[in-house]
C-alpha cells in the first residue's frame, strides 16, 4: 500500500513543529529551550519515541491488513497505488467541489446564444473557492473601514512609533540591570558583604601586586586615603578600571580580562577600604576627591589623627 507522505518525513515534521512551538513560547533568554531546561528536552525525546513507536504500530497492523485481503482487494488496492494523483477518486471529488465543474459530454446545456466566428460562450458558474474569496474580501473591507476610518485605531505608522517609543523604554531598563552591559553611567556602588567579598577575591587575585594585599600602595597608588589621580567614587573607578590609568605609566585596562559585574565588584571593594590606614601606606597620589553628591558630612574627608596640635 503506497502512502501519500513517507512516514520518517510525518515524524520530522511533528517532531519539529512541536519543537519549533515550544521555542517560540517557552522564554528561555539567549539559549535554546531543550538547553535551558532539562524536562523539555526529556519531553522530546519522549516524543520523538511514542512517534517512531505510532509509525511502527501503524505500519504493523497495515502489513496484517493487507494479508487478510482477498486477491481480487488486493488486485484493486494495487490498481489504486498505481494511479497517479489526479486520476485518483478523492482528488476528483475535491476538485469538483472546489470548481463545479461540468464535464465535457454535459456542455451542449451550458451554451448560450452567443456567437462569434465560430466560437461559443459556455456559461460556467464561478469557482467555490474564487466566490467565497470574494465574500471575505467585502467582510474585511467592512471591518476595516469601521475600525480603521471610523473608530479611529492606530494604523500600521502609529502602532510601529508606538512600538519603537515602547522599545526603547524596555532597552533603557534593561540596561540599568543588565551586568554585561554596564559602563560608568549606569554602574551603582554594591555595600553587600557577599558582593564585597567577591570584589576582594577579585582584587586579591589581580590588585595586590601593585597595590598590596592591604590596597596601601607598592607600584600602584595607595587605595585607602582620599587622594585619587583619575578621580574617585564608583564612576571613576570603574571607568578607570575598565580602560586603564595614564597613558604610558598607569594601570592596564582590565576590561578584556573581567566582567563588567566583576569590576564593579572589585570597584565597591575597593571603595569600603577607605580610611583603613594599612600600615606603612605608600605617600599620597594625585589630588583629594570629593563626591559633589554626596552630603557635606559625607562628603569631607577624614581628619588626619597623627597631625600636631
Not at 519539529?16 to 513560547?25: N, T
Not at 517609543?165 to 558583604?193: F, G, H, R, S
Amino acid at each position: 500500500m503506497k502512502k501519500l507522505i513517507p512516514p520518517y518525513i510525518r515524524v520530522l515534521f511533528i517532531f519539529f513543529s512541536v519543537l519549533g512551538l515550544m521555542e517560540y513560547f517557552i522564554d528561555s533568554g539567549d539559549r535554546p529551550a531543550f538547553i535551558k531546561y532539562p524536562m523539555v528536552a526529556v519531553f522530546l525525546f519522549v516524543l520523538l519515541f511514542l512517534l517512531i513507536a505510532i509509525e511502527i504500530t501503524l505500519n504493523a497492523v497495515n502489513t496484517i491488513t493487507y494479508r487478510l485481503l482477498t486477491d481480487e482487494e488486493k488486485a484493486k488496492l494495487a490498481h489504486e497505488d498505481s494511479l497517479s494523483l489526479k486520476d485518483k477518486i478523492w482528488y476528483k471529488n475535491l476538485m469538483q467541489r472546489l470548481t463545479r465543474t461540468v464535464p465535457i459530454e454535459d456542455e451542449k446545456q451550458l451554451l448560450m446564444d452567443h456567437d462569434y466566428d465560430g466560437i461559443k460562450e459556455l456559461d460556467n458558474n464561478l469557482p467555490p473557492w474564487w466566490v467565497y474569496l470574494f465574500y471575505a474580501c467585502i467582510i474585511f473591507a467592512v471591518i476595516y473601514l469601521v475600525r480603521f476610518e471610523i473608530m479611529g485605531a492606530p494604523d500600521q505608522e502609529a502602532e510601529l512609533k508606538s512600538e519603537m517609543a515602547q522599545a526603547k523604554i524596555e532597552v533603557a531598563e534593561y540596561m540599568k540591570t543588565a551586568p554585561d552591559l554596564m559602563d560608568e553611567k549606569t554602574v551603582t556602588l554594591l555595600t553587600d558583604p557577599a558582593d564585597l567579598d567577591a570584589g576582594k577575591a577579585i582584587f586579591t587575585t589581580n590588585c595586590v601586586a601593585c597595590h598590596r594585599a592591604d590596597a596601601g600602595g607598592q607600584i600602584g597608588p595607595n587605595l585607602t586615603d582620599d587622594h585619587w589621580i583619575l578621580g574617585g567614587g564608583i564612576k571613576n573607578l570603574f571607568h578607570t578600571i575598565t580602560n586603564g590609568g595614564r597613558d604610558g605609566k598607569g594601570m592596564i585596562a582590565w576590561k578584556g580580562t573581567l566582567k563588567p559585574k566583576e569590576i564593579q565588584a572589585v570597584a565597591s571593594y575597593v571603595i569600603s577600604l577607605r580610611g583603613s590606614n594599612p600600615k606603612d601606606p605608600k605617600a599620597p597620589d594625585g589630588e583629594i576627591w570629593v563626591d559633589e553628591n554626596a552630603p557635606a558630612s559625607a562628603a569631607a574627608p577624614a581628619a588626619d589623627s597623627t597631625q600636631v596640635k
